[in-house]
């Protein structure tokens, strides 16, 4: 059985490995009661085998483009088009699962990823229903954009 507390620590300890060599930026934890606010961008991507579920990453329109910019090596004054801000956020999200994948498969199991979805709205949520479990990290992008990192999840006892 896998605990939320190494979930918890799988989902940090990639998003930091994949915002430190892929997007040269900085993610920290942070203890933030803010919720996110106003137009979001939210990037999910589901896995199923011996775990089953949904890892979202959701932050405001302004931190996805920062994410954008820095991933293509670009100026955050530099335009860029929505297509582009969701590819680049949909990359993420799947370079952040792989990361997360690879540090608790041998607990869990095998684990087959989806391909990423990127939405864009105001006050955005993932559901698995019931029996599910969630794990969310509060973290900062660049000590300055307040994002959230899930998993919904349930175990597969197949």
Known sequence: MIEQVCLNTALLE?????????????????????E???????GSITFNGGL???LAICCNADCAKT????MLAMDTSEELSEEEICDA????????MGS????????????SIS????????????????????TLIKVKFENEYLSE?????RENSE
């Open 14 to 34: 990639g998003a930091q490995e994949v915002f430190t060599t892929m997007i040269s930026g900085n993610v920290e934890p942070c203890d933030s009661h803010q």
């Open 100 to 111: 997360v994948k690879a540090r608790v498969q041998d607990t869990t199991g095998e684990i």
């Open 115 to 134: 391909i990423p979805t990127v939405v864009r709205g105001k006050e955005l949520q993932n559901s698995l229903g019931e029996g599910a479990h969630k």
């Open 52 to 54: 089953e579920g949904c």
């Open 67 to 70: 994410i954008a910019a820095n």
């Open 149 to 153: 990192l899930s998993i919904l999840y």
């Open 36 to 42: 996110i606010e106003g137009d979001s961008f939210l």
């Open 89 to 96: 956020f949909g990359e993420v999200t799947n370079m952040i």
